[in-house]
């Protein structure tokens, strides 16, 4: 994979055309896009069809949590966009995991990577003790990964800082979606369990899940271009 592949770039905004102008300008600089729930909340199937136009690899980030059978619905529905990356709640469990893995397998060739979340990087330690979580939230992301991989799963969302864990735990062919990225030059923002570009794709990170150091920069492509060189150093 070249370094620019690994790029996903987070598309957080409800302007179809501030959506559309950024996909189309990194077209070719980065490995996709992924378009979440505001974005998708705002614009439906409709503009997500208009932004990513099967020009740009999608990740469609809606975190699919809910029973069995409607997960699996939404997994289904969800497949019209041909998403490259798909992802469900690794908390709703191992029914609904494995019907979201068996929706997912009725696109035949065309079938996304399905991946879970684990714990979302703006949770630590005390925020899952204060929901009831009684694990520290490395314990808890690796807990989720081996389940998500029983259930069928291709891999996890995950910080950076479990990336280790989780190889030891699920292996080399599980993949690893990492959000929290901030190059050194780039704010913190709200993320709590962050890492430089380099540093996760050097610890073993398949995807890396980048939003406003890029489109929040005054020149989004020279950003891309920036992490890129840093991701060819690693």
Known sequence: MKPSERILVAIDT???DRAQALAQALAGHVGGIKLGKEFFTA?????????????????LDLKFHDIPNTVAGAIRAALALDPKILNVHAAGGRAMMQAAAE???????????LIAVTVLTSLGDEDLAEI????SASDQVVRLARLAQ???LDGVVCSAHEISAIRDACGADFKLVVPGIRPAWAAKGDQKRIMTPGEA???????LVIGRPITGADDPIAAAKRIEKELDGA
């Open 14 to 16: 409800t302007d179809v």
């Open 132 to 135: 009831g979580v009684n694990s």
């Open 103 to 113: 929706a997912a397998g009725e696109a035949g060739a065309n079938r996304p990577l």
């Open 201 to 207: 794709v050097a610890l073993g990170a398949d995807y």
């Open 150 to 152: 029983n259930c069928g």
């Open 43 to 59: 614009n439906g199937p409709q503009g997500v069809r208009t932004v990513a136009g099967g020009e740009q690899p999608l990740f």
